[in-house]
């Protein structure tokens, strides 16, 4: 199996990040609407990625959106701060329109994620996936 369910892993400090930061980095999606996953298939370049829950499968669950962490990749990280920046990275995609209610991804605009390049300078190269 190349996915392995991990919100016992990734949703409590999904949920404390998103706590932390919502507001100054204008997250909109609740990370009890992720499903994280793990992958052991590679991907270069990327440490995470994520993809929205569409159509059918809507039906099948509450949570409208996969965050899928790239084993390979994310374990070589060797800080705390970098998983967690990872894991915001892939937050800040989530968009979610009230009005609407429907879903979405945000891409690495530079005006969709000009919070997150204020901050150090490594993240500059999780955006150029
Ligand atoms: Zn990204």
């Not at 932390?20 to 909109?28: A, G, I, Q, S, V």
């Not at 965050?67 to 915001?88: C, G, W």
């Not at 989530?94 to 000009?114: I, M, P």
Request: glycine share 2%.
């Amino acid at each position: 199996m190349r996915f392995k369910i991990a919100d016992e892993e990734f949703g409590e400090i999904a949920k404390e990040l998103f706590d932390e930061h919502k507001h100054k980095l204008n997250l909109m999606v609740d990370p009890s609407r992720v499903l994280f996953l793990r992958s052991e298939k590679k991907k270069k370049n990327a440490y995470a990625y994520c993809k929205v829950i569409r159509g059918e499968y809507e039906f099948l669950t509450n949570k409208r959106f996969f965050i899928v962490i790239v084993s390979e990749n994310f374990d070589a990280l060797t800080t705390d701060k970098e998983r967690k920046y990872v894991i915001l990275h892939e937050l800040k995609h989530l968009y979610y329109d009230d009005e609407k209610g429907t879903y979405a991804l945000l891409k690495h605009s530079l005006q969709d994620f000009h919070q997150l390049l204020v901050n150090p300078s490594w993240n500059l190269e999780l955006i150029t996936e």
